[in-house]
Nanobody, 127 residues
């Protein structure tokens, strides 16, 4: 059973930085997957933020964060990090770590079910 444990998040002023982390367990050694984050703001649909492949060689970021957020992976600990810089009030949302088919992020739809979700962490950016 795949499990994800998130940490990080919190409140910051606009222009500030935060780092989210997400540790995964339960995948077999041969399984290829992506791991990353979605976010959902009040009254808005869930959107993909960023994802990275199991080996770290492939990444995807949404256009709205590409210049400000960096995703990385510590392969030894199976932990993924999302470094969020130059945060804006519109980045305020619940951020959910997830793992599975990369099309879950890249397609921009809910068509591709993911293997697991984290518990979510709140990021609040004040102006």
């Amino acid at each position: 059973q795949v499990q994800l444990v998130e940490s990080g998040g919190g409140s910051v002023e606009a222009g500030g930085s935060l780092t989210l982390s997400c540790a995964v367990s339960g995948y077999t050694s041969s399984k290829n997957y992506y791991q990353g984050w979605f976010r959902q703001a009040p009254g808005k649909e869930r959107e993909g933020v960023a994802a990275i492949s199991r080996g770290g060689g492939g990444t995807w970021r949404a256009g709205s964060v590409k210049a400000r957020f960096t995703i990385s992976r510590d392969v030894a600990t199976n932990t993924v990090y999302l470094q969020m810089n130059s945060l804006r009030p519109e980045d305020t949302a619940m951020y959910y770590c997830a793992a599975g088919d990369p099309r879950g992020w890249m397609s921009g739809t809910d068509t591709y079910a993911l293997d697991a979700w984290g518990q979510g962490t709140l990021v609040t950016v004040s102006s």
